[in-house]
């Protein structure tokens, strides 16, 4: 076994837990999960957060690489708990935010960072089980050795400014911008709500004056959780759903009536909101989106990024080939970007400061990860795809039967005939998006999903009828002509619809078109960029300059 981390974390094997989803989890980690989750939901039924931005477990495509907390020791229960929690998505956004930055949860915290996955995750845990309050960064067993205190792995829980998370401590929500944590002590069953600059924010507390203050438990670390006060975490979680379910709270940061005097009663507009709507018991959320946006700045209403419904112009096709053409392009210059780069790093290394060679090799590293994601990114994110296809047939399902959410008090206001028109509505939508994320799901990889993506774009736009192209060159006149000096297309042509036609006429495979980008790129750059770029074209691919005749061919890419 692996010696202790930081001095006080004594590695487990990931055999510890279970590979999913606990089989027989202790009964208070089953109430406690099922108090989040009813949380969640609530937040989801209020119309603060859209049903898509939270997954729910089992996290079957998407675990929680159990390398990390077994690295730290953490306990089971913990561990238990967060594989049966819902989390934030990369789809996460809220409908209005009064609080935090990144979306408010608790007292100006955040929702819990999303531990599922296996890419990149590293300072995630750190953070998670480690750091929540963003105290001591300078323990990071993952940074830099001089970037670390030198004692960092002989501070012990009583330093002044050592380790504080237990490993039978579970964090259950980010700081957001100073704000608050909320911290679960699995050995006691209590529940702390704690600010990063100090004190309770738990409400009991708050609002008896005096005992959220630091309580004497003799602690000499200044982080030490034990100083503040906690209570049992079934009645925390049950209070504040009370809280938001009896709107004594709003979702978003809204914690209760501002003055009287007050020129922004946000509370009061979205209290008497949600009332006028049917809230508790016939509540139409149909009703509330319709009035909340018609109300305009009193709720601080901004147009969601809704997915276009219109029907796509004839013409469309065109426009998607040349976004796929454009997008190769893109991908063509990093090339030509990362070339450059290694070739000040491989000839005028030595002429740059440390910081800025170093800076410049964590960038060449980026870029191609990116262009070539490794194993456990690709994974991670086709796992993602599929949580989302699950949801969306899901929710389409439940529409259309009017089950799940949609025959809970989250609509107990609106009638059969309202949900039927809804599913009609969404329908296309929703079929488009789950016949794309089907397809997304099937490839392999990142080049074959471009030659996927290429070949559709082609296939569409062949079809494109003749008066069609005639519209398009019509809305294409204004801006591309023969007044508009130095203009450029991809391909060189000076013209988008030329450039399409192009690659239709010759019949151009991803290869061939790839290779007519780089001989593009190479008669005209960017003009900021003529001469500038260290690389060369080498029959249609994009290598390294020469260097005093010589051709370092490794450096291709």
């Given at each position: 076994?692996?010696?202790?981390?930081?001095?006080?974390?004594?590695?487990?094997?990931?055999?510890?837990?279970?590979?999913?989803?606990?089989?027989?989890?202790?009964?208070?980690?089953?109430?406690?999960?099922?108090?989040?989750?009813?949380?969640?939901?609530?937040?989801?039924?209020?119309?603060?957060?859209?049903?898509?931005s939270i997954s729910f477990p089992p996290?079957?495509?998407?675990?929680?690489?159990?390398?990390?907390?077994?690295?730290?020791?953490?306990?089971?229960?913990?561990?238990?708990?967060?594989?049966?929690?819902?989390?934030a998505n990369e789809h996460f956004e809220?409908?209005?935010?009064?609080?935090?930055?990144?979306?408010?949860?608790?007292?100006?915290?955040?929702?819990?960072?999303?531990?599922?996955?296996?890419?990149?995750?590293?300072?995630?845990?750190?953070?998670?089980?480690?750091?929540?309050?963003?105290?001591?960064?300078?323990?990071?067993?993952?940074?830099?050795?001089?970037?670390?205190?030198?004692?960092?792995?002989?501070?012990?829980?009583?330093?002044?400014?050592?380790?504080?998370?237990?490993?039978?401590?579970?964090?259950?929500?980010?700081?957001?911008?100073?704000?608050?944590?909320?911290?679960?002590?699995?050995?006691?069953?209590?529940?702390?709500?704690?600010?990063?600059?100090?004190?309770?924010?738990?409400?009991?507390f708050q609002e008896k004056p005096g005992?959220?203050?630091?309580?004497?438990?003799?602690?000499?670390?200044?982080?030490?959780?034990?100083?503040?006060?906690?209570?049992?975490?079934?009645?925390?979680?049950?209070?504040?759903?009370?809280?938001?379910?009896?709107?004594?709270?709003?979702?978003?940061?809204?914690?209760?009536?501002?003055?009287?005097?007050?020129?922004?009663?946000?509370?009061?507009?979205?209290?008497?909101?949600?009332?006028?709507?049917?809230?508790?018991?016939?509540?139409?959320?149909?009703?509330?989106?319709?009035?909340?946006?018609?109300?305009?700045?009193?709720?601080?209403?901004?147009?969601?990024?809704?997915?276009?419904?219109?029907?796509?112009?004839?013409?469309?096709?065109?426009?998607?080939?040349?976004?796929?053409?454009?997008?190769?392009?893109?991908?063509?210059?990093?090339?030509?970007?990362?070339?450059?780069?290694?070739?000040?790093?491989?000839?005028?290394?030595?002429?740059?400061?440390?910081?800025?060679?170093?800076?410049?090799?964590?960038?060449?590293?980026?870029?191609?990860?990116?262009?070539?994601?490794?194993?456990?990114?690709?994974?991670?994110?086709?796992?993602?795809?599929?949580?989302?296809?699950?949801?969306?047939?899901?929710?389409?399902?439940?529409?259309?039967?009017?089950?799940?959410?949609?025959?809970?008090?989250?609509?107990?206001?609106?009638?059969?005939?309202?949900?039927?028109?809804?599913?009609?509505?969404?329908?296309?939508?929703?079929?488009?998006?789950?016949?794309?994320?089907?397809?997304?799901?099937?490839?392999?990889?990142?080049?074959?999903?471009?030659?996927?993506?290429?070949?559709?774009?082609?296939?569409?736009?062949?079809?494109?009828?003749?008066?069609?192209?005639?519209?398009?060159?019509?809305?294409?006149?204004?801006?591309?002509?023969?007044?508009?000096?130095?203009?450029?297309?991809?391909?060189?042509?000076?013209?988008?619809?030329?450039?399409?036609?192009?690659?239709?006429?010759?019949?151009?495979?991803?290869?061939?078109?790839?290779?007519?980008?780089?001989?593009?790129?190479?008669?005209?750059?960017?003009?900021?960029?003529?001469?500038?770029?260290?690389?060369?074209?080498?029959?249609?691919?994009?290598?390294?300059?020469?260097?005093?005749?010589?051709?370092?061919?490794?450096?291709?890419?």
């Amino acid at each position: 076994m692996s010696p202790s981390l930081l001095g006080v974390y004594t590695p487990v094997d990931p055999s510890t837990y279970s590979p999913i989803y606990p089989a027989n989890p202790h009964p208070r980690i089953q109430e406690i999960a099922s108090l989040i989750t009813e949380l969640d939901n609530l937040f989801i039924d209020m119309r603060y957060l859209p049903a898509s931005s939270i997954s729910f477990p089992p996290h079957k495509h998407l675990p929680l690489n159990l390398t990390q907390p077994a690295r730290y020791g953490v306990s089971k229960e913990v561990v238990d708990l967060w594989q049966m929690i819902p989390y934030a998505n990369e789809h996460f956004e809220t409908n209005w935010n009064f609080g935090s930055d990144a979306g408010e949860f608790l007292k100006w915290g955040e929702f819990l960072d999303d531990l599922r996955g296996s890419w990149d995750m590293n300072n995630t845990w750190f953070q998670t089980i480690v750091n929540p309050f963003y105290g001591i960064e300078e323990l990071d067993p993952d940074l830099a050795p001089e970037s670390r205190a030198e004692d960092a792995d002989e501070r012990d829980w009583d330093h002044e400014r050592g380790p504080y998370m237990r490993p039978w401590y579970a964090t259950l929500s980010n700081v957001g911008n100073h704000g608050s944590v909320m911290v679960l002590d699995t050995k006691t069953w209590e529940m702390w709500l704690i600010d990063q600059m100090g004190g309770s924010t738990d409400p009991v507390f708050q609002e008896k004056p005096g005992e959220h203050t630091l309580e004497n438990h003799g602690c000499t670390n200044v982080f030490d959780l034990r100083q503040y006060p906690s209570r049992p975490a079934v009645e925390f979680l049950k209070d504040i759903i009370g809280r938001f379910r009896t709107l004594e709270w709003i979702p978003g940061g809204l914690y209760g009536p501002e003055p009287e005097d007050s020129d922004d009663p946000r509370y009061n507009n979205y209290k008497l909101l949600y009332e006028e709507c049917g809230w508790p018991d016939k509540f139409n959320p149909l009703l509330f989106d319709k009035l909340r946006a018609a109300g305009g700045d009193k709720y601080d209403f901004r147009e969601p990024d809704h997915e276009d419904t219109s029907v796509p112009k004839a013409y469309e096709p065109l426009n998607q080939l040349y976004q796929v053409m454009a997008t190769e392009r893109a991908f063509i210059q990093i090339q030509i970007d990362i070339v450059d780069a290694k070739y000040r790093l491989a000839y005028e290394a030595d002429q740059l400061p440390d910081y800025d060679r170093r800076r410049l090799e964590v960038w060449v590293e980026m870029q191609q990860e990116g262009d070539e994601p490794p194993a456990e990114r690709w994974s991670d994110d086709q796992a993602r795809l599929k949580i989302e296809l699950d949801f969306r047939m899901s929710e389409l399902e439940a529409l259309q039967t009017q089950t799940g959410r949609y025959l809970g008090p989250g609509w107990a206001g609106v009638s059969g005939e309202e949900l039927r028109d809804l599913y009609n509505d969404r329908k296309p939508v929703e079929e488009r998006r789950i016949s794309e994320l089907e397809s997304l799901i099937r490839d392999q990889d990142e080049q074959s999903r471009s030659q996927r993506r290429y070949m559709e774009a082609k296939l569409a736009a062949s079809t494109v009828p003749e008066d069609a192209w005639r519209a398009l060159a019509e809305e294409h006149k204004e801006w591309e002509n023969d007044a508009w000096e130095g203009r450029w297309s991809i391909l060189g042509s000076g013209t988008i619809l030329v450039d399409v036609k192009r690659v239709l006429d010759e019949d151009m495979d991803l290869e061939k078109l790839r290779k007519e980008l780089v001989y593009a790129l190479e008669k005209s750059e960017y003009p900021n960029w003529t001469g500038q770029r260290k690389w060369r074209n080498k029959e249609g691919v994009v290598a390294m300059a020469e260097v005093d005749g010589m051709r370092p061919d490794h450096a291709e890419l």
